[in-house]
């Protein structure tokens, strides 16, 4: 028989007189801290080092700021232990999505996020999710705008919305947020992150922001019309726009959510911003490249010229290529290195998953323990299985709680279900309605 690791609680070290409770330690915070739990060979090295146990500053701010009930450390926060200067031991609160109420971690390795702005489908799955992601077009257009998710007008502005959302999820749910305009004046958005700041406290809060790509404030209006450049475009100063306004944020102590990401080459550059999450996005350009790929087949196997002007044409209106961007064979050569990239015949990509994959692996080797992975823009039901089939491949195994998979609670919903449920309820509530006739 294996006997797991003998543990002691704070409250048995006091009780055994090993430790005194810091002066400065009221009872009620005391009371939250009590049941946590040292490993035993560990009690030993604080002989001669430590003589009291208590709780730091940022402790008491905490449990200030979200007014949980007496004995309770909050959701969403790791206990660590530090070291005082008055030779004590003082249990911090340490900001930790993968942490539910008084320091145990979340039961599942894998993280789930909303991604709604609708309080009353967040309030179906809140109990389950450790992120909530909303966006301007999730917010005004699927929920604000939208008479039949917005009833009765309740909910008047974005900022109504996040509050509700806040207070619907508690302390223990990240809620990323994003500015309406990004390439907004620099004050006016500082301002607009304030606000949500001020409505989720900084524990709370993540501020979203997207790669912006070729698009700056000159040509976005331009781009809105219809004539834009190519996503390629050679441009620093316009390309490194949400790089550096990521960057200037996280120096400014801000939590972000690094967004817009499709592709493996993005995610390095990414990362030197130090984001806080980074996003795969996998359905939809999974379906660019299963397009891509088949009128390539098509080409090759007739040699028609027709495949590829329809390549040309499908590129176009998927973004891939600019409004002026009209040459076919060229369009061919970016489609072969793309479809080539991306794996599509590979293991890594058969399934689209390969930008999830190399993120992971950028992941396991950065010098960011704090940054998960988002994976999102999920639609079909072939998406969710290949993903809840990568999540437990040998290779993330150590990637434990480090991935967030976010989509709507309606798609999420299609996945607690199977046919057999319906083969044993049928059974079982037959069963109960001939045993009640008797």
């Given at each position: 028989m294996k006997i797991n690791r003998m543990s002691c609680t704070l409250e048995a070290l006091v009780a055994a007189g090993k430790l005194a409770v810091t002066p400065d330690t009221e009872q009620g915070m005391f009371a939250r801290i009590r049941g946590l739990a040292i490993p035993f060979e560990e009690v030993a090295g604080l002989a001669g080092s430590v003589e009291a146990?208590?709780?730091t500053e940022e402790f008491r701010k905490v449990i200030r700021l979200f007014r949980v009930e007496e004995g309770v450390i909050p959701a969403g926060f790791r206990p660590e232990l530090v070291y005082g200067n008055d030779r004590s031991m003082r249990v911090d609160l340490h900001r930790d999505i993968a942490f539910g109420e008084n320091g145990q971690r979340r039961p599942g390795n894998v993280l789930f996020s909303a991604n709604t702005a609708n309080p009353f489908t967040v309030a179906t799955m809140k109990n389950f999710i450790a992120n909530l992601?909303?966006?301007?077009?999730?917010?005004y257009e699927h929920f604000l705008n939208?008479?039949?998710?917005?009833?009765?007008?309740?909910?008047?502005?974005?900022?109504e919305v996040v509050r509700e959302l806040g207070n619907l999820v508690g302390p223990g749910v990240d809620i990323s947020v994003e500015v309406n305009d990004p390439f907004a004046e620099e004050s006016a958005l500082l301002e607009e992150i304030a606000r949500?700041?001020?409505i989720l406290t900084p524990y709370r809060l993540v501020v979203k922001v997207p790669h912006t790509g070729p698009l700056n404030r000159a040509n976005v209006g331009d781009f809105l019309a219809g004539d834009y450049p190519s996503v390629f475009s050679e441009d620093p100063q316009s390309a490194f726009y949400g790089h550096n306004f990521a960057y200037k944020l996280q120096e400014m102590g801000y939590r972000v959510n690094f967004t817009l990401m499709s592709d493996p080459h993005q995610m390095a550059l990414a990362?030197?911003?130090?984001?806080?999450?980074?996003?795969?996005?996998?359905?939809?350009?999974?379906?660019?490249?299963?397009e891509m790929a088949r009128l390539l087949e098509l080409l090759d196997q007739t040699g028609e010229a027709e495949y590829r002007e329809r390549l040309q044409e499908f590129m176009a209106q998927s973004d891939i290529l600019g409004s002026h961007e009209k040459d076919p064979a060229k369009a061919e050569?970016?489609?072969?290195?793309?479809?080539?990239?991306?794996?599509?015949?590979?293991?890594?990509g058969r399934d689209g998953l390969d930008n999830a994959r190399h993120a992971l692996r950028l992941l396991k080797t950065a010098n960011l323990p704090e940054t998960r992975l988002i994976i999102c823009n999920m639609k079909s039901a072939q998406m969710y299985y290949d993903i809840d089939k990568m999540l437990v491949e040998p290779e993330f195994a150590d990637m434990k709680q480090r991935?967030?998979?976010?989509?709507?609670?309606e798609y999420f919903a299609r996945f607690t279900g199977s046919p057999t449920i319906y083969n044993y309820q049928r059974s079982f509530l037959n069963a109960v309605a001939s045993g009640g006739q008797g």
């Open positions: 146990v208590g709780v992601t909303t966006n301007p077009q999730i917010i939208n008479p039949k998710a917005n009833k009765n007008h309740q909910f008047k502005d974005r900022f949500f700041e001020e990362l030197l911003a130090k984001p806080y999450f980074i996003n795969a996005f996998v359905e939809r350009r999974h379906g660019q490249t299963t050569k970016l489609a072969r290195e793309l479809v080539a990239y991306r794996g599509f015949y590979t293991r890594d991935v967030v998979v976010t989509c709507e609670p």
